[in-house]
Nanobody, 124 residues
Framework: QVQLDEFGGGLVQAGKSLRLSCVGA????????MGWFRQAPGKEREFVAA????????NYAESVKGRFTMTRDNARSTAFLAMNDLKPEDTGIYYC?????????????????WGRGTQVTVSS
């Protein structure tokens, strides 16, 4: 059974940092590109970052470039999202997702598997 579990969300003040983790199980993690998306209340789920199956290429949303860093550890079947200088507009539920073809896709509709999400709340 495929499973993606996100960890590391929480409530922080603006300017602080958080590190999210996403652990995959039930599929060959190293054969999948991984992505992070987020959804704020009343808004659509939006792309945050994605990396290829080897981590050689990583794409970021313009709103997080220079503040967020996505990495992966295939030996541990885990993807990470380090978030620095957090802003109130970063608040939302953060989801990780996996796609079989290995490309760092920006379109959420192209992903095969999703986690349940972890809440990130940034206070001003």
């Amino acid at each position: 059974q495929v499973q993606l579990d996100e960890f590391g969300g929480g409530l922080v003040q603006a300017g602080k940092s958080l590190r999210l983790s996403c652990v995959g199980a039930g599929f060959t993690f190293r054969d999948y590109a991984m992505g992070w998306f987020r959804q704020a209340p009343g808004k659509e789920r939006e792309f945050v970052a994605a990396t290829t199956w080897r981590g050689g290429t990583t794409n970021y949303a313009e709103s997080v470039k220079g503040r967020f860093t996505m990495t992966r550890d295939n030996a541990r079947s885990t993807a990470f999202l380090a978030m620095n200088d957090l802003k109130p507009e970063d608040t939302g539920i953060y989801y990780c997702a996996a796609v079989r073809d290995g490309l760092a896709r920006l379109n959420k509709d192209e992903y095969d598997y999703w986690g349940r999400g972890t809440q990130v709340t940034v206070s001003s």
